[in-house]
Every structure is written in structure tokens, then in C-alpha cells.
């Protein structure tokens, strides 16, 4: 095995260790509780994502349990990105290029966490994302071109973006990418008259049969919720697009973002059209710039949402750090410091999760609420009182404000009870239940008590009468930081 192998697999299986230590010592967050709340069924598709990771859940509750182990599945294919990551740039700029690209890619701190091991979308659309653009590159740039190459090869490429349609709906912007450095290239112009890539979106447009098949079914409600979130509202939001920018160099942390942003400008600027380079500037430019700008018209976005993109511009920084020869011990620093910072905020972010110490340096008078407690499992809720009222026959459903304190209620109890949610916006939940099979039987809200009052009466009209009112409070280390209040119905 040669060096360079032998470097990828120890970054690897180094950084791989650290997710696992992190798997098992945080708490599920508000999107890996909903996801595992639907993900106890299996569908087509479902409202918010297509259903890739939700069915990756599936098997992995039923493998590994409802505990933190259901993210082993998550944290392996993670593994096989990174992998695949290192491949593609060693295919396209060298072995050199390929470990910095890698250690890159690893300390930064979205894509050690998120994609990294949670039980979300991010997971398999990067794995899947990295294999297309590996079989991209060998089919552009081939090693021994030949006259026969292409059919297998896009039949692979269609193979991957539609499983990477599975995982989420951005994967389109690959797509995009793609067709703008063809149609770019003098070079590889001609494969817009070649079969083989039509071939390969047959298969693509195949594999997405059951989120087209569930969306028509429910009136393609999937797709005019995310497509709706870029619709225009009448005004500029210059904030939005201000957040969603700090917001990125905050995921990507500020040491990794100041020089990948450099390197896609260098490398990019004094590219030819038909290069390796610009074809990485291709796949990485759509999602940057659309979930960036987006927001200055449409909803308020995510900074998460452009991290496909980014994902794409490491094996331009590993290529453009390869060629600092003079400046390797500045970038040997860089790395230490790098790996350094990442597990000091890691260890900061764990300790404060799991004892909500920050609150104890905020001075009184101040509102303040912990980011961590979203990682925070309500767990307590399962044994409590407020589940089974004095001389009350069990409730037949829980009724939540919304779809996140409604997914951390069904991750608490284990789906033992149905859980609705009585809202504008309930996602999944609207089509896991019909509360017409609940008429005339008795049900429990769960809210928050700084929102009970209005809650109660806000469901007066679905209720016959009302039980009094009892609170439960939910914390760390013998502290009250989440007051539920129940109310039979």
C-alpha cells in the first residue's frame, strides 16, 4: 500500500473516531428527532426531503436500535465520502493534492458534524454527489481515451445523481454544473450529441420514480414547499443574505473558509475552460450562488444549504496547496492549529451540551438561550406523570405545537404514542396520521408552558372539555431549563 494510501486511510480513520466519540455522547438534534419520528415507516417519499436517509434510518433502528448507535450508517458512509474525496483529487491533481484536500475537508466543522454522522439528508447526498463527480472525471479526463468509453461509465454517473436525488433536491444544481462546463468545453462539447449521457438520465430520472410517484399522489405538495421557499416576497432582504454568509464561514470555520475561497479564485481565474479546475468551479459555483442570493427576494435560507458547493472547491484547495512547495511548514502549522481549534470547539460544544455550563457565564438580565440544547433529548418525558393522568385511561394521540417539539416528543417516547401536530405547518406529520380515526377519543397537548395558555386556546374548538393543567420540567445535571405543560383533552 503506498504512502499517500496509507495517509488517507489514517486521516480517515482518525477523524472517523472522533465522530464516533461524538455520536455517542450527543443527544439527537431537532432534525435527526423529526427525521427519526417518520422514519419508523416506510414511504415513496415524504414532505420535506425525498427518502433516502429516512430509509437509511429504517434499517439502522432496526440493526442498531433507537439509541445513538442508529448513526453508525451515517458515520461509515461519511468515511466513504472522505474516501471519495481523496480519490477524485489525486485522479485529478495528485496525491499531495489529494491528503490536503482531505484533511481539509475533515476539519472543518459542518462537514464533521453534520454530514459527518447526524441522521439527516447531507450524508447521502455528498456520498452520493462525490461518486458522480468521480465517474464525471474519468469519463472527461480520460487516462487512455477510447472511442467505446462512456456508455458504462454515465450509465454510473446516472446511477449516482439519482440516488443523490433520493437524498435531497439540490442535487439538480450538480446536474447544472455539469451541463455548463460541457456546453463550456470546446473539448467535451461533443457528448451533448452522444447517447450515453441520455442513457444515464434514464437511469437517473428511474431511480426517482417514488418521489414523483408520492408527490403526485399528494398533489406535489414536496415540491411547491421547496420550490416555494424562492418565490419572490415583494422586497430585498439584504440580511438574509448577510446571515446566510456568516453564517457559511461560521460552518466551514474562518481558517478553512480564507483559504478555500482564495484557492477557488486562483485556481478558477487562470483556468481554461476545458479543465480539471473549471470543471470542479462548475459543480461548486451553482449551489454557492443560488442559496446565497436567493434569500435577498425569497425566504430566509439556511447556511447549510450551499455546502454541496463548497464541498466541491476542497480539491481545488488541496491542488492549490500542493503547489506552495516553498510553504510547507507554514501549512504543516496551518494543519495543527486547524486540527487543534476543530476538537477545542468540539470539546467546548460537548461539554456545554452535556451540562449547559454557558448559562453559568451569562450575567442575570440577559436573554440568552443555549444552542445546545437542541441536542438536548427529552428523554424524562417517558416515565413522567403527564403522560397518564390520575384515573385516565392512556391518551390515543399527543397533540404538539409544532414539528420540532413534536419530533423530540415521539424520539422521547419511542413512538409508543402517535404524535399530531394541529398547525399551518406540521410537515410530515399532516400525512403520518388522519385525526378523523381519533374522534371521541381522549388526547394530551404537550407544549411548552410559556405557550400553554394560547395553545388551549387555540384547540378549544377540537375538544370537548379540558383537564387542569400539569407542568414537568426537562434539564441537565439537576437544572430546569425546558418547563412541558400537559392538558388532557
Not at 468515511?79 to 477524485?88: E, K, M, N, R, V
Not at 478558477?268 to 446565497?292: K, N, W
Not at 405545537?401 to 399532516?430: C, E, T, Y
Request: net charge positive; charged share 15%; with cysteine.
Amino acid at each position: 500500500m503506498c504512502k499517500p494510501t496509507v495517509g488517507a486511510l489514517a486521516i480517515i480513520s482518525a477523524f472517523t473516531a472522533v465522530r464516533i466519540v461524538l455520536m455517542l455522547t450527543l443527544g439527537f438534534g431537532i432534525d435527526e428527532a423529526y427525521t427519526l419520528a417518520h422514519a419508523r415507516e416506510l414511504r415513496w417519499s415524504y414532505f420535506d426531503h425525498p427518502p433516502l436517509h429516512l430509509w437509511m434510518a429504517y434499517y439502522a433502528r432496526l440493526i442498531f436500535g433507537s439509541g445513538p448507535a442508529v448513526r453508525i450508517p451515517f458515520v461509515l458512509l461519511f468515511a466513504g465520502t472522505g474516501w471519495l474525496c481523496f480519490s477524485l483529487t489525486r485522479y485529478l491533481f495528485g496525491a499531495r493534492a489529494g491528503l490536503w484536500a482531505l484533511f481539509a475537508l475533515n476539519a472543518s466543522a459542518f462537514f464533521t458534524l453534520s454530514p459527518g454522522g447526524w441522521v439527516v439528508p447531507d450524508g447521502p447526498l455528498l456520498f452520493c454527489l462525490a461518486a458522480a463527480a468521480v465517474m464525471a472525471a474519468r469519463i472527461l479526463f480520460p487516462d487512455h481515451p477510447s472511442s467505446a468509453a462512456g456508455w458504462w461509465e454515465w450509465s454510473l454517473v446516472g446511477l449516482w445523481l439519482g440516488l443523490a436525488g433520493l437524498s435531497k433536491y439540490s442535487a439538480l444544481l450538480f446536474v447544472l454544473g455539469l451541463l455548463i462546463f460541457i456546453l463550456r468545453s470546446s473539448e467535451h462539447r461533443f457528448w451533448i450529441w452522444r447517447a450515453a449521457p441520455y442513457v444515464g438520465a434514464v437511469i437517473t430520472l428511474s431511480l426517482l420514480f417514488p418521489v414523483l410517484l408520492w408527490n403526485y399522489e399528494n398533489r406535489w405538495v414536496s415540491f411547491v414547499f421547496q420550490g416555494g421557499r424562492g418565490l419572490a416576497t415583494g422586497r430585498f432582504h439584504f440580511q438574509y443574505v448577510l446571515s446566510i454568509i456568516v453564517g457559511q464561514i461560521a460552518l466551514l470555520l474562518p481558517w478553512i473558509m480564507l483559504p478555500l475561497t482564495t484557492a477557488m479564485i486562483q485556481m478558477g481565474r487562470c483556468s481554461r475552460p476545458e479543465s480539471p479546475v473549471r470543471f470542479l468551479v462548475c459543480l461548486a459555483l451553482p449551489p454557492i450562488v443560488v442559496f446565497t442570493v436567493i434569500p435577498l427576494w425569497g425566504a430566509r435560507g439556511l447556511p447549510h444549504w450551499p455546502m454541496p458547493g463548497w464541498f466541491f472547491g476542497f480539491p481545488l484547495l488541496g491542488a492549490w496547496f500542493s503547489r506552495i512547495r516553498r510553504e510547507t511548514i507554514i501549512l504543516r502549522r496551518w494543519s495543527i492549529v486547524s486540527a487543534g481549534a476543530l476538537c477545542g470547539l468540539l470539546l467546548v460544544g460537548v461539554t456545554m451540551a452535556s451540562s449547559g455550563w454557558s448559562r453559568l457565564i451569562v450575567p442575570d438580565g440577559i436573554k440568552y438561550e443555549d444552542p445546545t440544547l437542541e441536542s438536548f433529548n427529552w428523554t424524562d418525558l417517558r416515565e413522567a406523570r403527564l403522560l397518564q393522568p390520575a384515573g385516565s385511561r392512556p391518551p390515543a394521540f399527543i397533540i404538539a405545537r409544532n414539528w420540532m417539539d413534536g419530533g423530540k416528543i415521539d424520539q422521547a417516547l419511542g413512538g409508543r404514542i402517535p404524535v399530531m401536530i394541529f398547525s399551518d405547518d406540521p410537515r410530515q406529520f399532516a400525512f403520518d396520521r388522519n385525526s378523523n380515526d381519533y374522534l371521541g377519543q381522549d388526547g394530551i397537548i404537550i407544549v411548552k408552558s410559556s405557550h400553554a395558555a394560547a395553545e388551549v386556546q387555540r384547540l378549544g374548538s377540537f375538544f370537548e372539555s379540558f383537564g387542569k393543567a400539569e407542568t414537568l420540567s426537562l434539564g441537565r445535571r439537576g437544572t430546569d431549563e425546558i418547563s412541558l405543560t400537559r392538558v388532557l383533552g
